[in-house]
């Protein structure tokens, strides 16, 4: 009613011409929608609370999700965890299960203090509440929470909770690789596909500074405006066909920030999927995860630029030498976020413990310090460049 009757006075301002008042009037019907009706519509809901007749979960661990993961729920999903986490735990947000839940789950990108402030549910001190943050110190965004967090649930090794992006499993037997169909099937040299311009670690420097030194590399994605044949746009990189990525012996895996256990996808999906040979910065933060020194190349191994292309093109041509970066897949293979052990189906297994009481409590007096920017080092493409 308001909205109507200020956009009206507005609108008969006598000395305006017509065309002059539809444009005033269309001005303020703008702003007074983005204003006041747009956020409310397109916002997330802050909470996520269905009041709808709750399934029955009586005999499962309920993980209480209290928040989206940006614009979607959390999957209730445990299909691809270890057998033995299958039909054990269950996430919920219907506000019926808050009581009978073993654990509350926050995303740190839907929260901060001031939201905190108002979940409307009093405080159950008997069971965790979990912070939940994938991404590096300078995207998750975390604050002090003062002791409200009980536990952390982080691509780093020592969270709570261990959800990386992926991760090595050791096979119970050694496994066959065909050796030859890879090297068959390895007809391209080396693909980055990239899609984030805002980085920490001057990558796209250090790429072009490969270029410059000989290394031929296909440059891919929205930083380069040029997307692959048949890669669904929205669908980014992992999206991308399969028949496009594989045929790549090398890839580049440089991560938007070099931070202390930060591996991502384009690490794992791509070594995974499409038997690519990942090209990093700096080794010790993949040793660091206790990833074998040959699944890899680093580019820190090298004294200068020159001689990593050299390394490159001598790897490149020779079946034997290539073949060493592939040799841990008869040792291990690579799970999946959220996958056998990983992430959500770790949360679950940590609950068992957690109600057997083999885990003491605990909480974090300052969360914002425990995920910090001191645990990224970008000044790593100085000094090459
Ligand atoms: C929920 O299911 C359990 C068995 O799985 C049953 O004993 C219980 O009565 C059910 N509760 C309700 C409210 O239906
Ligand atoms: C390995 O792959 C090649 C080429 O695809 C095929 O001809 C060969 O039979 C395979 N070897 C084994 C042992 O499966
Ligand atoms: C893209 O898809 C079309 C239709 O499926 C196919 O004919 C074409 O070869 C594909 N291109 C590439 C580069 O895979
Ligand atoms: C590349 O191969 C050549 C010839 O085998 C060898 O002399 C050279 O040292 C190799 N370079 C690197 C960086 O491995
Ligand atoms: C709980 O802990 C006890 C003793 O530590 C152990 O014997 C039992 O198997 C555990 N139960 C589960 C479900 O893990
Ligand atoms: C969670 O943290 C609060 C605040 O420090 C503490 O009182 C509570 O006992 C903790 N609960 C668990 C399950 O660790």
């Known amino acids: 009613?308001?909205?109507?009757?200020?956009?009206?006075?507005?609108?008969t301002w006598k000395y305006l011409g017509r065309y002059k008042k539809l444009g005033v009037c269309a001005i303020v019907v703008v702003f007074l929608w983005y204003g006041t009706l747009a956020p409310r519509r397109t916002m997330v809901p802050i909470w996520d609370l269905q009041e709808e007749e709750a399934k029955n979960l009586s005999g499962k661990i309920v993980?209480?999700?209290?928040?989206?993961?940006?614009?979607?729920?959390?999957?209730d999903d445990f299909q691809e965890c270890h057998q033995k986490f299958q039909n054990v735990c269950a996430i919920s947000s219907q506000r019926a299960h808050f009581s009978q839940a073993s654990a509350v789950i926050f995303h740190s990108r839907n929260i901060n203090s001031k939201v905190l402030s108002s979940f409307p549910f009093p405080r159950r001190l008997e069971i965790p509440y979990v912070m939940v943050a994938y991404?590096?110190?300078?995207n998750a965004k975390l604050e002090i929470y003062k002791d409200f967090f009980n536990w952390t649930m982080s691509y780093r090794m020592d969270a709570d909770v261990f959800a990386p992006y992926g991760g090595l499993l050791r096979n119970s037997e050694l496994v066959k690789v065909n050796y030859t169909e890879i090297w068959k099937s390895k007809t391209k040299g080396t693909l980055w596909l990239v899609s984030n311009k805002y980085v920490k670690n001057k990558r796209k420097e250090?790429?072009?500074?490969?270029i410059e030194n000989g290394m031929k590399i296909d440059l891919y994605g929205k930083v380069y405006d040029r997307e692959p044949e048949n890669c669904s746009q929205d669908g980014g990189q992992e999206g991308c066909d399969e028949k496009f990525q594989s045929p790549y012996r090398f890839t580049i895996a440089f991560e938007n920030s070099n931070c202390k256990d930060y591996v991502t996808e384009k690490f794992w999906i791509k070594a995974e999927r499409y038997r690519m040979?990942?090209?990093?910065?700096?080794r010790k933060i993949y040793k660091n995860l206790g990833i074998p020194d040959n699944m890899y190349i680093a580019v820190d191994d090298f004294k200068t630029l020159k001689e990593f292309v050299e390394f490159i093109k001598n790897v490149s041509s020779n079946e034997k030498e290539y073949m060493k970066y592939h040799r841990w897949r008869e040792e291990f293979r690579i799970a999946e976020a959220n996958h056998e052990v990983f992430g959500f189906c770790d949360l679950c297994q940590k609950l068992i413990n957690f109600k057997n009481r083999t885990i003491p409590r605990r909480s974090y007096s300052n969360l914002k310090a425990w995920h910090n920017e001191d645990n990224c080092d970008n000044s790593f493409v100085d000094r090459y460049l």
Do not use: D, R
């Open 206 to 210: 250090l790429v072009e500074k490969l």
């Open 63 to 75: 993980i209480f999700a209290a928040t989206h993961y940006f614009s979607a729920p959390f999957k």
């Open 1 to 11: 009613m308001m909205i109507q009757k200020t956009g009206g006075a507005t609108c």
């Open 135 to 138: 991404e590096s110190p300078y």
């Open 277 to 282: 040979v990942p090209i990093v910065m700096s």
